[in-house]
């Protein structure tokens, strides 16, 4: 059973960084593409950012040039890091991964618990 679990969120100030990690543990054959999403109080699920396991990634907009994506294929783990945070980033960050978990199965995206970020002087 594959597993996601997200840690790194927490309270910080305006301007300030974070660095979220997503693990992802069990039977995994490969990883097609591993990221973020988040989701404010009152407001639908929406994209932060991707990478896929060509290196292609993709940005939300509204944080292009402040958050960066990676993957450590060897770790099964991404990352975003998180800088100069702003009150409107605050949200719960979920992790998400496309994962194949056998040489005969199609891919499935499968989601961590979340984790909570907190931009607030």
């Known amino acids: 059973q594959v597993q996601l679990v997200e840690s790194g969120g927490g309270l910080v100030q305006p301007g300030g960084s974070l660095r979220l990690s997503c693990a992802a543990s069990?039977?995994?054959?490969?990883?097609?593409?591993m990221g973020w999403y988040r989701q404010a109080p009152g407001k639908q699920r929406e994209l932060v950012a991707t990478k896929t396991n060509t290196g292609t990634t993709n940005y939300a907009d509204s944080v292009k040039g402040r958050f960066t994506v990676s993957v450590d294929n060897a770790k099964k783990t991404a990352y975003l890091q998180m800088n100069s945070l702003k009150p409107e980033d605050t949200a719960l960050y979920y992790c998400?991964?496309?994962?194949?978990?056998?040489?005969?199965?199609?891919?499935?995206?499968?989601w961590g618990q979340g984790t909570q970020v907190t931009v607030s002087s």
């Open positions: 069990g039977s995994i054959f490969s990883i097609n593409a």
């Open positions: 998400s991964a496309s994962l194949v978990v056998s040489p005969v199965t199609y891919p499935r995206v499968y």
